[in-house]
């Protein structure tokens, strides 16, 4: 009677047995695990050399007011190049004149390069020679381009006062592009958009090119033209692609320098400054290195702040 109960029992419990793993299994574990930090530490070393270590003793250098003269002293001064930075009517100018620079660039590269990719999706003749002329820009040198870009919009008999004077007569006379702050601005976003677009074009080809072709038989099938199959097809399956192409457009809008020092130089009286020519005007112009390491985090701080907002939002948008 007791072991037919007993026999019940073990029947209705079922039995779990822990399986420990052996010696010899943990010692491959150990072995992997050390050969995949054998394989990590020369690149993090690396890294750490080239990046961390640069970027920590700038952090510090933003704390001083630094001198280069040997043996000059370089008081500690806590926050106040970033307070100085805060008030200064020319740094908060610069950051308004990247916010515009990125408010009208990275549209515009996202439209059109997006135009194109669809375009250059299709069965298009010649297909790969339009590729390789919208993405030549991107190659060419940023100091090449805006020298001719400098040129093209120049005061006298530029390209671009033909166009506006000449041939689409919007303007009585010649404009001095680089003698105002807005006619400045309006060519260097003129030049980042041209450059940027098949950089754009080239991301958004190849997650077009990744949507399955039976989704779009499929809304063909059900009657759907090719505006909506773009619209409920397409767009929805390179969300991930249009997140990592906005974010980074935007991080280098705030970035822009080149052409600002090559095309004005931040004038005329520093209205065309963006913080990095305003940080390198104060660094190796005015060898204020202090602050203008403040500047340079201060941008850092802004974009990463901008970047992480923009990613919470597209998450939280795919989600919904």
Same mark, same amino acid.
């Given at each position: ?64 007011? $630094? ?6 002293? =370089? ?24 916010? /515009? ?37 991107? /190659?060419?040198? $940023? ?7 400098? &040129? ?29 702050? $807005? ?34 038989? !499929? ?39 080149? =052409? ?22 104060? !660094?190796?112009? &005015? ?8 500047? =340079? ?24």
């Amino acid at each position: 009677m007791v072991s037919t109960q007993l026999t019940a029992q073990l029947s209705a419990e079922p039995t779990t047995i822990s399986r420990r793993p052996s010696a010899a299994g943990r010692r491959r574990r150990r072995r992997g695990v050390f050969a995949a930090y054998a394989f990590v530490l020369p690149g993090f070393a690396l890294y750490a050399l080239v990046m961390l270590y640069p970027a920590v003793q700038t952090l510090l250098l933003s704390m001083r007011d $630094w001198h280069i003269a040997p043996g000059a002293v =370089s008081p500690w001064v806590g926050i106040a190049n970033y307070t100085k930075a805060f008030g200064d009517p020319i740094f908060l100018n610069s950051l308004l004149n990247s916010a /515009v620079y990125t408010a009208v660039t990275v549209p515009l590269q996202i439209v059109i390069g997006l135009g194109l990719a669809v375009l250059l999706d299709s069965k298009l003749p010649g297909r790969t020679a339009f590729r390789v002329l919208f993405y030549l820009p991107v /190659v060419t040198s $940023w100091v090449v381009v805006s020298l001719l870009f400098q &040129y093209m919009f120049s005061s006298g008999d530029g390209a671009a006062n033909a166009v506006v004077v000449d041939l689409l007569h919007v303007v009585p006379n010649n404009v001095a592009w680089f003698q105002g702050r $807005w006619t400045a601005i309006a060519a260097i976003c003129i030049l980042g958009t041209w450059k940027g677009i098949g950089w754009s074009m080239l991301i958004f080809l190849a997650a077009l090119t990744g949507v399955p072709k039976e989704l779009h038989e !499929a809304a063909a099938i059900d009657g759907a033209g090719a505006f909506k199959r773009f619209q409920h097809v397409s767009l929805p399956s390179i969300r991930p692609a249009m997140t990592v192409v906005v974010i980074l457009l935007v991080i280098g809008g705030f970035n822009v320098f080149i =052409s600002v020092f090559l095309m004005t130089g931040g004038g005329p009286d520093n209205q065309t400054q963006v913080p990095l020519t305003y940080m390198y005007d104060q !660094a190796f112009k &005015y060898y204020k290195f202090g602050y203008g390491s403040a500047i =340079s985090f201060s941008l850092t701080a802004l974009v990463l702040v901008i970047s992480g907002i923009q990613y919470w939002w597209t998450r939280r948008s795919t989600r919904m």
